[in-house]
């Protein structure tokens, strides 16, 4: 049989353990919050249908959806190069992908057990996603999101409760350098309507805004020339996003700029509404920035929209969400309001990774067991396990060594403490524990020990 050379697809990971215990820190860390906000977990399955999938995540989005070919259908045609056959056959294909985010499959679930839930439904979700996209920094092919949703409420009382809960979560993981910007939708509709564009030209035009960072101003004005846009019409909208530069009232100045564009005074009112929850939910207003360059390329976005961003090291947004008040309608054939957000846990952790956010000290166990020689063997197994039910995690060495290879051993997993029993502990009811960070060696009664660790 042939070596097979290990590799991964690209944009993929392992997560070795010491990773993981930094991921499951991160994690546990934002399930928290969302529990304490009373949000409930939900699940959704890995694969949806196509027709779920489709015609939500805008131009670009479309392209990065990983459809699923059916099991033994045209296959052998597709893989010899027969292209004419695969789009002939396409439908015959493909019916089903990978899940893309966590919003949509929650749509879904709300369209298909609506009589089962309680509204306001309020639910978060960790699962991974997969895009087929060009990996880069920050930027996987699978990946894990994190989401938080209310569903049924059209008050901004509850979109200023996820953007409050982004500020906690960030909080929380030890940043502080961080932005939450803040746009609507219905300002963005209100500013294409002063630039004399289509609504249909609507979401091209979010589309090449929400690259502003990646492009600049100018690379933002030439894809919209691109896309058809007049050199009058990008001057307009640009004069306006100008705004968002150094103005501290920005939504009174737009309010005043573009009186009588009902969709934007909306937009505006609601921002306003939020900013004032969000000030008595003990959200610093330094943290919070309207910016109207915002526009989140996610075609189903209809109201407030929000990303957080570090500011340095630069790698793009920690988070993003907004109000989606018509995508369930699209399952259901009534309208259904909501609001919510996504946090990239992959994104989170390199951000914490660079910035040396972590603590050196992330084992899981708190102490190893040694064993000293085959006369102490069961007393230390037994002592292992009265650890365990004390609620202590603890382990044993697993073969019989001398005492510096399972003092190595519990260095490099970085474990507290080591607990030795040798013979003479074993005559005296003695315990001897080390502290591995200072070297400090004591010895203790067995039940003092106990409660020792249990208490460490």
Excluded at 431 to 441: A, N
Aim: hydrophobic residues 40%; negative net charge; charged residues 25%.
């Amino acid at each position: 049989m042939p070596l097979i050379k290990p590799s991964l697809p690209k944009g993929t990971r392992d997560f070795l353990p010491e990773e993981m215990i930094r991921r499951q820190s991160v994690i546990a860390t934002v399930r928290t919050v969302f529990e304490r906000y009373g949000y409930q977990p939900l699940e959704t399955p890995a694969i949806e249908k196509l027709e779920v999938l489709s015609g939500k995540y805008g131009e670009e989005g479309e392209q990065l959806i990983f459809k699923v070919l059916k099991r033994g259908t045209g296959l052998e045609e597709l893989l010899q190069g027969r292209k004419e056959f695969a789009v002939e056959h396409y439908d015959d294909l493909v019916d089903e992908a990978l899940r893309y985010d966590l919003t949509v499959p929650l749509s879904r679930v709300v369209a298909m057990h609506e009589n089962e839930i309680v509204q306001p439904f309020k639910r978060y979700q960790i699962q991974p996603v997969w895009r087929a996209d060009r990996p880069q920094r920050g930027r996987y092919r699978e990946f894990y999101q994190c989401d938080v949703d209310s569903v049924g409420v059209t008050s901004m009382l509850a979109d200023a409760e996820i953007i409050a809960m982004v500020y906690q979560v960030l909080s929380s993981l030890g940043f502080n350098k961080f932005k939450i910007r803040l746009n609507n939708r219905k300002i963005l509709n209100g500013i294409i309507k002063h630039g004399g564009i289509p609504p249909a030209s609507g979401n091209a035009v979010f589309v090449a805004i929400d690259k502003l960072d990646k492009i600049g101003p100018n690379g933002v004005k030439q894809e919209l020339l691109d896309r058809g846009l007049s050199d009058s019409q990008i001057q307009k909208i640009f004069s306006v996003f100008a705004l968002s530069d150094n103005s501290l009232d920005v939504l009174a100045e737009l309010a005043g700029l573009l009186d009588g564009n009902e969709e934007l005074q909306s937009g505006a009112e609601e921002l306003t509404q939020i900013m004032k929850y969000l000030d008595s939910l003990g959200v610093n207003r330094d943290a919070v920035r309207i910016d109207l360059y915002l526009a989140r390329g996610l075609g189903y976005y209809t109201g407030p929209i929000h990303e957080a961003v570090v500011e340095e090291p630069k790698m793009g947004s920690l988070s993003g969400g907004g109000r989606y008040d018509r995508l369930i309608g699209m399952f259901l054939g009534r309208d259904i309001p909501a609001t919510g957000v996504a946090f990239g846990i992959e994104r989170i952790i390199d951000v914490m990774n660079e910035l040396n956010m972590f603590s050196d000290s992330n084992a899981k166990t708190k102490a190893l067991v040694t064993l000293f020689d085959e006369s102490t063997v069961d007393s230390s197994l037994i002592l292992t396990q009265e650890l365990r039910m004390a609620g202590v995690n603890a382990e044993h060495f697993l073969e019989l060594s001398k005492l510096k290879k399972q003092f190595v051993y519990a260095d490099k997993k970085r474990i507290p403490y080591v607990v030795i029993i040798g013979p003479d502990e074993l005559a005296e009811g003695r315990v001897t524990i080390k502290t591995m960070s200072t070297g400090e060696q004591r010895q203790l009664p067995r039940s003092q020990a106990l409660s020792f660790l249990a208490s460490a």
